[in-house]
């Protein structure tokens, strides 16, 4: 299955090639479409006595027409809707002279107690809210709580988002072409798409290899040729040394679950760096993981100098202040002498973020120095908008097209956290993650991500796959885990996410 989504500027692209390129023509390809949607209605709704199908004055109307008549000639009463007719000469206008049904107005459209509808009014080319008979017939179809297959996307649906426009269609089944698109990842669009399915139409691959960008669904062919494998003859330093810094004796569990994670996430040694009034507590809960006094630039500096660790953890339980700042500048800028050491990135969390939201140019710049240890940021979206107001503040932008800003500003790999996770890079890639759980949403979750982010760069993984794959691990710990997760299972649960990763090229 292809990991790259395509925007719907990039599909119409696709569209207008694959047609040049064969071996199918518009309508040819609008066929394979339509039939694709009527296989889909037949199968998941075998019982179907009537079918009433919306179709709109674009392809995906047209689509739409060559589903109707598909669905007439299995047996099913079919009615037919329209808004608008397709433009003469268009394939659109061609599967609607194929159909041999009627359409009346949408203006007129009533549900009809158990149907199933076919919703092919707007896909790829919507391009304003939905409103006037369009809503009507959502608000309709919503109230008699009919099964929606919807057509590329529910209408509604912005495919470049998934941000609803005015009102959208639930669908209970939404049948896409040739790829995924952002739209049906990105909340709340993957919520109303209900179960997505990815129909060949006959686009050559090649076509999509062209037109394709820089955005992928996070699964485990998008990382896995560099997630880390220990060599039979390793030894523990050689899988990597994580530092993760405590907060004071009353906040310094989130530094342990961090820790925990990071050695899970299989780093050859972990240390705890402790103020030292939180030694003690901090001391009588660790075992394989080290622990070690840290309290202010010098010893931090004595620390970096050694050149032992190749990722920090920064924030979880921290404090929010001038010493969460200093610390994550002095990583920073310690990031030359230590290259030849090893250290490879820092990892931001939490209290970092919040740390900065006076000053974020400080933390910019200092990533943007060549040598400067990459930096990893993972902000909720309350930490979001304290790093990045601006960008946050634009109406316009998707969740991803805010991370992909975000990171190009920081000159930070971003995980933009929540449902429907966004991990963006400086270079442009980004990534949307699909197989999280509500149970991750408990206190200390994030911590744990922040751990696992660690523990692969510390082990040499370059930090954009470290966060993808760190986002995708901590995702299906959480949906494997399931009800009663509390951030304590996550750290547990990750061998048995992790270990099918070696074993089987087709896991995940
Ligand atoms: N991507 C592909 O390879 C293929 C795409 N096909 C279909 O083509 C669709 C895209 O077709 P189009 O580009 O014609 O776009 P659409 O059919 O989604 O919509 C375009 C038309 O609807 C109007 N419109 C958009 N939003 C509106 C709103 N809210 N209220 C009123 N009018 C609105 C536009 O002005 C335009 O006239 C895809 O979603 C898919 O269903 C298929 O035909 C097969 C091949
Ligand atoms: N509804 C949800 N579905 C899937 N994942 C979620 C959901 N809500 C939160 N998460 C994930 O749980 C983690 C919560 O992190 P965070 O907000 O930092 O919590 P904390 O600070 O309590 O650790 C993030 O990885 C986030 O993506
Ligand atoms: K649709």
Partial sequence: ?????????????????????????????????????????????????????????????????????????????????????????????????????????????????????????????????????AARAVTLITEKKLKVVAVDLPSGVSGESGKVLGSAFRAAVTVTFACKKPGHLLLPGRDLCGDLIVADIGI??????????????????????????????????????????????????????????????????????????????????????????????????????????????????????????????????????????????????????????????????AAARAEAPALVLTPHEGEFVRLFPEIAGKEDLSKLGKARAAAEAAHAVIIYKGADTVIAAPDGRTAINSNGAPWLATAGSGDVLAGIVAGLIAQRMPPFEAACAAVWLHAEAGSQLGPGLIAEDLPAALPRVIKPLYLSPDAG
């Fill in 204 to 365: 050559r691959s090649s076509v999509l290899d062209t037109v394709a960008g820089r955005i992928f669904e996070n699964k485990p062919p998008l990382w896995r040729d560099v997630f880390p494998k220990p060599a039979v003859d390793t030894h523990k330093y050689r899988r990597g040394h994580a530092g993760i810094f405590s907060g004071g004796p009353t906040t310094t569990g989130a530094a342990r679950l961090s820790a925990l994670a990071a050695a899970r996430a299989g780093a050859g040694a972990v240390t705890v760096f402790s103020p030292g009034n939180a030694l003690a507590v901090n001391a009588m809960h660790l075992t394989s993981i080290m622990l070690r006094k840290v309290d202010d630039i010098a010893e931090l500096a004595a620390v970096l100098g050694e050149g032992r660790s190749s990722a920090f953890v920064l924030g979880p339980g921290f404090g929010v202040g001038e010493k969460a700042r200093d610390f994550a500048l002095a990583i920073l800028a310690a990031g030359g002498r230590l290259a030849e050491a090893g250290a490879e990135g820092l990892v931001l969390d939490a209290d970092g973020i919040t740390a900065f939201r006076d000053a974020p140019q400080w933390l910019f710049e």
């Fill in 1 to 133: 299955m292809r990991l790259e989504l395509l925007t719907p500027a990039e599909m119409a692209d696709a569209d207008r090639l694959a047609i040049a390129e064969g071996p199918f023509d518009g309508i040819g390809l609008m066929r394979n479409a339509g039939r694709a949607v009527a296989d889909v209605v037949l199968e998941r709704f075998p019982a179907a006595a009537h079918v009433q199908v919306l179709v709109g004055p674009g392809n995906n109307g047209g689509d739409g027409y060559v589903a109707a008549r598909i669905l007439q000639e299995s047996g099913i009463a079919v009615s037919l809707w329209a808004s608008g007719t397709p433009r003469e000469g268009s394939d659109a206008a061609i599967a609607a002279e194929e159909c041999p049904l009627t359409a009346s107005p949408l203006a007129e459209f009533e549900a009809a107690a158990g149907a199933v509808v076919v919703d092919a009014l707007y896909g790829a080319g919507l391009s304003k809210p939905l409103s006037g008979d």
